[in-house]
């Protein structure tokens, strides 16, 4: 079972007209702006996965700031998962701050998504106000078990669009201020898994902390996989391709090269961990 975590699909009057949706959506204008920026609809996704044998994927949008668009969005999802229900998890995904995002989030819970996410905070960190906002969204998550992805980069290395402004500090203190969520920190969570090492503390506030793999051939070298598994353990690893940024085919590839991973890590990460997450 080959489960992808994280891939992105849009409505067709975006994947045709994007720069009708740039004005006052500076996150999306940042890393759709350039036209070899990908965007892509459910048909697209659903034919990757058929050819690198992925068996299932959560889909989400983009988390825009104006309700319209979000709305639209997710239920641009809502319907391919219900059209492709044996293939298609779905998340609801928007701008936090906006002051009908947890009556947005009710609204897609309601009507049967799998999860909140990816929430994106691209211009800034995650500050005390933001988890203000995010509180009562992660609240309807914890009530409903349901995970919630947060998009998470390493504050070190080059630059990318996207790259946002975050802190390792300011990643663990989010997780700190939602102990009994399920969170998904995308990414490989800006490498604070590595603090699992860490002898007091670190280990119990990262209790329900997965991190995923999306973007991993970009930003890390093959070794990443063993040494996350060494640290936080498989179960914990998501399979995630950041589709149609990346082909799932590419990180198999990556996985591939990890002789020392055993047959039930690459199990949990390719599928299982994420089937509990999700269950």
């Known amino acids: 079972m080959i489960i992808d975590i ?36 459910v048909k697209q996704l659903i034919e ?26 997710n239920d641009y999802v809502m319907e391919a998962v219900a059209k492709y229900p044996d293939r298609l998890y779905g998340f609801c995904c928007l701008d936090p701050y906006h002051p009908n995002s947890v009556k947005e989030v009710e609204r897609c819970l309601n009507a049967g998504l799998s999860g909140i996410g990816e929430l994106a905070f691209y211009t800034s960190d995650i ?26 980069n390493e504050p070190v290395g080059h630059l990318y669009p996207g790259k946002t402004p975050l802190s390792v500090k300011s990643i663990y203190h989010f997780v700190q201020c939602f102990p009994n969520n399920k969170i998904i920190l995308a990414h490989w969570g800006g490498g604070v ?51 149609p940024l990346l082909p799932a085919n590419r990180y198999f ?12 890590d690459i199990d949990n990460i390719l599928g299982m961990s994420a089937l509990n997450i999700l269950s």
């Open 6 to 41: 994280h891939t992105h699909i849009f409505p067709k009057i975006i994947q045709n007209q994007r720069d009708l949706f740039f004005e006052g959506e500076p996150a999306f204008k940042l890393l759709y702006d350039n036209p070899k920026s990908i965007i892509v609809g």
């Open 48 to 73: 990757a996965m058929d050819k690198d044998n992925v068996d299932r994927s959560v889909v989400f949008g983009f988390p825009w700031k104006n309700e319209q668009y979000f709305k639209q969005n």
């Open 127 to 152: 500050n005390e106000e933001t988890i203000r906002h995010l509180q009562p969204i992660m609240r309807m998550a914890q009530m409903s078990n349901k995970p919630v992805m947060i998009h998470t």
């Open 193 to 243: 898994f590595f603090y699992h090492l860490l002898k007091k503390e670190a280990k119990d506030v990262l209790a329900n902390v997965y991190v995923d793999s999306a973007a991993s051939i970009y930003l890390y070298d093959h070794r990443i996989w063993s040494v996350a598994c060494d640290i936080i353990g498989s179960e914990n690893i998501l399979f995630g391709t950041d589709y």
């Open 253 to 264: 590839k990556q996985i591939e090269a990890n002789i020392n991973l055993k047959g039930s």
